[in-house]
């Protein structure tokens, strides 16, 4: 599926069976507490925290479901993902093609 075929999709979704979008400003927290939930996957998986009993090693469900708050805010507000994240690429990198390769850290 590309990134254009995924708005449209989560859209037909919302449309159809989720009623509507809910407003951006509750889309933007619930994108925050997605952000948290996958953090506090990723902080058990490979940090030193364990899963606490019932907890479950979902971190493709967890990204799945920042995917589709961003998606949500990205359809409503009107942004276009495969022209951003393209932009986003020539960005980063002109900005960094040679700083990662100097970077001492890195080697």
């Known amino acids: 599926m590309t990134i254009q075929e995924a708005q449209e999709k989560v859209d037909k979704w919302i449309k159809t069976i989720g009623v509507r979008y809910f407003n951006e400003l509750t889309n933007m927290t619930i994108l ?10 990723i902080s058990r ?50 900005r960094d093609k040679n700083r990662h390769n100097n970077n001492e850290k890195l080697k």
Not at 34 to 39: N, Y
């Open 32 to 41: 925050t507490e997605e952000v948290g939930e996958l953090a506090r996957v």
């Open 45 to 94: 998986k490979y940090g030193e925290q364990s899963f606490k009993e019932g907890e479950s090693e979902n971190l493709a469900d967890e990204m799945a479901d920042v995917l589709w708050v961003l998606i949500c805010l990205a359809n409503q507000t009107g942004v276009n993902l495969t022209e951003a994240l393209e932009q986003n690429i020539q960005k980063k990198t002109n």
